[in-house]
């Protein structure tokens, strides 16, 4: 059977589920039964593909749909499982239903390590959607990336403030060293994240009272705080 898409014609079986999203958009009350077989076939022999364009699009509905045909939500496709797909397209509302899939693998990496909420930060997508990921109860937040790097650590690295802030509020690790001995905290330092720095002496302050950090770096911070306090 074959089936036009744009202004080709195509084997039906061949079609990848870039394709098959888009038939299913545009053909949705047209021909209802090949939709369905369209999507059988994709769901079954190629390895659920078409929920990652659903991801990649943030189109809750046909993902839905996809769902409903039962799709492999940890499929993964070019190394991406599709959650780890719509974090990296800032994809909310596709975000938000593929969460309430308990056997969801929410920590799942890829070849660098990287997981779904690691590359929701990398490609800078809304707070709302860092936060829905936040919210799962079984995300591990200091999950690092293969160098070693937590998600806190990038956030340092692209001097987001309100991020950081976010993330400290969730539980990460300020002190996380990655395999160069570098955590956030250090690279707040080096960095010059005068302001990220100052953040996180006041969670330190305010989550442990009696931290002694072995770091001398804190240290001399922590002396040139109290030094700017006195002449004031």
Request: include cysteine; aromatic fraction near 8%.
């Amino acid at each position: 059977m074959y089936v036009h898409v744009g202004k080709s014609e195509t084997k039906a079986s061949s079609l990848t589920g870039g394709e098959i999203c888009a038939f299913a958009q545009t053909h949705r009350n047209i021909y209802p039964k090949l939709r369905l077989a369209l999507i059988k076939h994709n769901v079954k022999h190629q390895n659920s593909s078409a929920l990652h364009w659903a991801a990649k699009t943030n189109n809750r509905r046909f993902a839905k749909t996809l769902l409903s045909y039962r799709a492999d939500f940890n499929a993964r496709v070019d190394g991406l499982s599709p959650l780890m797909t719509a974090a990296k397209y800032g994809s909310g509302r596709v975000i938000n239903l593929l969460l309430q899939k308990i056997k969801l693998r929410v920590n799942m990496r890829n070849s660098q390590g990287e997981s779904a909420l690691w590359l929701s930060v990398a490609s800078k997508s809304s707070s709302a959607v860092v936060y829905q990921l936040l919210q799962h109860p079984r995300l591990r937040i200091d999950l690092p990336n293969c160098e070693g790097q937590t998600v806190l650590w990038l956030a340092v690295f692209q001097d987001n403030k309100d991020l950081v802030c976010q993330l400290l509020s969730s539980g990460a690790k300020p002190d996380a060293k990655d395999q160069f001995g570098i955590s956030p905290w250090i690279q707040a330092c080096i960095s010059n994240r005068s302001q990220i720095v100052d953040l996180l002496l006041d969670h330190w302050k305010a989550t442990s009272p009696k931290f002694v950090s072995p770091d001398r770096t804190l240290a001399r911070r922590e002396e040139t705080v109290e030094a700017r306090a006195s002449i004031y």
